[in-house]
Nanobody
């Protein structure tokens, strides 16, 4: 079992930046791949970015590529999502997810989830 806690959400103006953190506990986090997902009201949960266990392989959806960067610090058991050039359409609850192996963009493949952190981008 691994427990995940997100932080770093908030209200920001369009064009601004935020960095989300996902702190893991319970197991050695270096043994888990991780991903960030988001869900806006009335919409399905959407893949944002993913990272394999070593941190050397990362992935991002087309909607955030070039603006968002996922990274991890296994010594701190933490995964980050650096979000730059934020747009109002990035407004959503952002969730951190983890699993033993990288599961791609299908949220149903991840077994461990945080509680989410709200990101609101004003125009």
């Amino acid at each position: 079992q691994v427990q995940l806690v997100e932080s770093g959400g908030g209200l920001v103006q369009a064009g601004g930046s935020l960095r989300l953190s996902c702190a893991a506990s319970g197991r050695t986090f270096s043994g888990y791949a991780a991903g960030w997902f988001r869900q806006a009201p009335g919409k399905e949960r959407e893949f944002v970015a993913g990272i394999k266990r070593s941190g050397f392989s990362t992935y991002a959806s087309d909607s955030v590529k070039g603006r968002f960067t996922i990274s991890r610090d296994n010594a701190k058991n933490t995964v980050y999502l650096q979000m730059n050039s934020l747009k109002p359409e990035d407004t959503a609850v952002y969730y951190c997810a983890a699993d033993r192996y990288y599961s791609g963009s299908d949220h149903r493949s991840y077994n461990y989830w945080g509680q989410g952190t709200q990101v609101t981008v004003s125009s």
